[in-house]
């Protein structure tokens, strides 16, 4: 399993208290729902000391960059994002495909359907483009450009 180690931090916006767990799972490469029950476990099993790690996780660890959070700091209010903007997000997300139930990413059923819808929306990118360059308005268009 290869991991991309970075800095730890915590992610608020897919954590149920604070976000530790969901930070650790993102920082492991794990799903969430893993750590949360570890966790959890281990609370319940008398290790009292995940109580102190967790909240000390909580004070010490920033939250992860790029958050909503992080971005609420710097936006006053909620602009929806543009048509632009979200193909945008579609064309760089990278897709992830879990091998194994407790890696983080997509079940490969789900990563085949993203890959799918992400492909449909370039072939009618190229579509578009090629409609273009074959039509008289293009090729009138480079004539007066060459003048």
Known sequence: MKTRRGE???I????????????IADYFGWETWLVRILVVSGVLLGMGWFVVIYVAGWFILDK??????AKGRKQKRHVPPTKEEIEEDVATESIKVKARIWQAGEPPKQAFHDI??????????????ERYVTSPEFTVSREINKL
Do not use: F, W
């Open 12 to 23: 608020p916006s897919q954590g149920r208290v604070a976000g530790v767990c969901a930070g």
């Open 64 to 69: 992860k960059p790029g958050t909503a959070e």
């Open 8 to 10: 730890l931090y915590r």
């Open 116 to 129: 799918r819808r992400k492909y449909n929306g370039l072939e009618q990118q190229l579509r578009h483009m």
